[in-house]
Protein backbone atom coordinates (compact mmCIF):
# COMPACT_ATOMS: atom_id res chain seq x y z
CA UNK A 1 0.00 0.00 0.00
CA UNK A 2 1.57 3.26 -0.96
CA UNK A 3 1.83 6.13 1.74
CA UNK A 4 -1.19 8.02 -0.62
CA UNK A 5 -3.75 5.44 -0.20
CA UNK A 6 -2.93 5.01 3.53
CA UNK A 7 -3.16 8.66 4.35
CA UNK A 8 -6.71 8.21 1.73
CA UNK A 9 -7.91 5.87 3.92
CA UNK A 10 -6.87 7.52 7.54
CA UNK A 11 -8.95 10.84 6.16
CA UNK A 12 -11.58 8.48 5.14
CA UNK A 13 -11.37 6.72 8.75
CA UNK A 14 -11.17 9.93 10.29
CA UNK A 15 -13.82 11.73 8.31
CA UNK A 16 -16.85 8.11 9.69
CA UNK A 17 -15.52 8.65 13.37
CA UNK A 18 -16.55 12.87 13.09
CA UNK A 19 -19.64 11.79 11.36
CA UNK A 20 -20.08 9.69 13.84
CA UNK A 21 -19.59 12.92 16.71
CA UNK A 22 -22.09 15.11 14.56
CA UNK A 23 -24.77 12.85 14.31
CA UNK A 24 -24.75 12.06 18.15
CA UNK A 25 -24.97 15.94 18.93
CA UNK A 26 -27.82 16.33 16.09
CA UNK A 27 -29.62 13.65 17.76
CA UNK A 28 -29.19 15.52 21.18
CA UNK A 29 -30.28 19.00 19.43
CA UNK A 30 -33.36 17.34 18.59
CA UNK A 31 -34.30 15.79 21.86
CA UNK A 32 -33.23 12.27 21.64
CA UNK A 33 -30.83 10.42 23.77
CA UNK A 34 -29.13 8.26 21.57
CA UNK A 35 -27.81 4.58 22.32
CA UNK A 36 -25.29 4.69 20.16
CA UNK A 37 -24.75 6.21 16.49
CA UNK A 38 -22.92 4.79 13.24
CA UNK A 39 -21.66 6.09 10.20
CA UNK A 40 -20.57 3.67 7.55
CA UNK A 41 -19.16 4.17 4.03
CA UNK A 42 -20.93 1.73 1.19
CA UNK A 43 -19.07 -0.43 -1.07
CA UNK A 44 -21.98 -0.72 -3.50
CA UNK A 45 -20.20 -3.96 -5.49
CA UNK A 46 -18.56 -5.07 -2.82
CA UNK A 47 -14.83 -4.39 -2.74
CA UNK A 48 -14.28 -2.94 0.23
CA UNK A 49 -11.16 -0.62 1.02
CA UNK A 50 -11.80 -0.55 5.08
CA UNK A 51 -12.86 -3.61 7.40
CA UNK A 52 -16.18 -3.45 9.46
CA UNK A 53 -17.43 -2.19 11.30
CA UNK A 54 -16.99 1.21 8.77
CA UNK A 55 -18.22 -0.50 5.24
CA UNK A 56 -21.28 -2.19 4.20
CA UNK A 57 -21.12 -3.64 1.01
CA UNK A 58 -24.35 -3.65 -1.82
CA UNK A 59 -25.34 -7.21 -0.65
CA UNK A 60 -25.67 -6.15 2.63
CA UNK A 61 -27.90 -3.09 2.27
CA UNK A 62 -31.28 -5.05 2.07
CA UNK A 63 -30.32 -6.61 5.57
CA UNK A 64 -28.76 -3.32 7.20
CA UNK A 65 -31.94 -1.50 6.60
CA UNK A 66 -34.42 -3.61 7.56
CA UNK A 67 -36.20 -3.12 3.89
CA UNK A 68 -35.20 -3.77 -0.35
CA UNK A 69 -32.30 -1.12 -0.77
CA UNK A 70 -30.01 -3.05 -3.25
CA UNK A 71 -31.99 -3.92 -6.41
CA UNK A 72 -33.99 0.31 -6.63
CA UNK A 73 -30.11 1.48 -6.46
CA UNK A 74 -28.66 -0.66 -9.07
CA UNK A 75 -31.72 0.02 -11.24
CA UNK A 76 -30.83 3.79 -10.81
CA UNK A 77 -26.78 2.81 -11.15
CA UNK A 78 -27.74 1.15 -14.70
CA UNK A 79 -29.72 3.85 -15.66
CA UNK A 80 -27.23 6.05 -15.58
CA UNK A 81 -24.56 3.73 -16.32
CA UNK A 82 -26.41 3.68 -19.77
CA UNK A 83 -26.84 7.30 -20.14
CA UNK A 84 -23.17 8.26 -19.80
CA UNK A 85 -22.13 5.23 -22.06
CA UNK A 86 -24.31 6.70 -24.24
CA UNK A 87 -23.22 10.37 -24.13
CA UNK A 88 -19.76 9.10 -23.98
CA UNK A 89 -20.46 7.30 -27.40
CA UNK A 90 -21.53 10.05 -28.77
CA UNK A 91 -18.52 12.48 -27.87
CA UNK A 92 -16.28 10.42 -30.42
Given at each position: ????????????????????????HYAK?????????FSHFIFFYG??????????????????FSWPVYEPVDEVNKYFQSRLFSILAGAR
Open positions: MTFLEINLLLSMLKNALCIQVLLKQRGYDPKGVKCSIRKPFAITGAELDQH
